[in-house]
């Protein structure tokens, strides 16, 4: 029913700053809460931002005030602008949504921060 698709990624300097995208398709995007999660290797996957349909965000402490997620639905579009970026940022970066029980998640992009 969706499918997320996310570009942006790449290699950045300690305090560089990317935006990251996630292209959905589907006829229903704009009634979606969309998140931002990143997984490092070893570790778990975390969730690093939310947005509902509304608008309303909310973020990891670890990035707030450094991150913004925004969407743009008649582009069908999330964004992650990443600013100030740090080498514990260094992650696959992945988009999820859900509808009732099933998720749906992006292939991921790589972003690596150098000190």
């Known amino acids: 029913q969706v499918q997320l698709v996310e570009s942006g990624g790449g290699l950045v300097q300690a305090g560089g700053s990317l935006r990251l995208s996630c292209a959905a398709s589907g006829r229903i995007f704009s009634a979606l809460t969309m998140d931002w999660y990143r997984q490092a290797p070893g570790k778990q996957r975390e969730l690093v931002a939310h947005?509902?349909?509304?608008?309303?965000?909310n973020y990891a402490d670890s990035v707030k005030g450094r991150f913004t997620i925004s969407r743009d639905n008649a582009k069908n579009t999330v964004y992650l602008q990443m600013n100030s970026l740090k080498p514990e940022d260094t992650a696959v970066y992945y988009c999820?949504?859900?509808?009732?029980?099933?998720?749906?998640w992006g292939q991921g992009t790589q972003v690596t921060v150098s000190s």
């Open positions: 947005i509902t349909s509304g608008g309303s965000t």
């Open positions: 999820n949504t859900h509808i009732f029980l099933t998720n749906y």
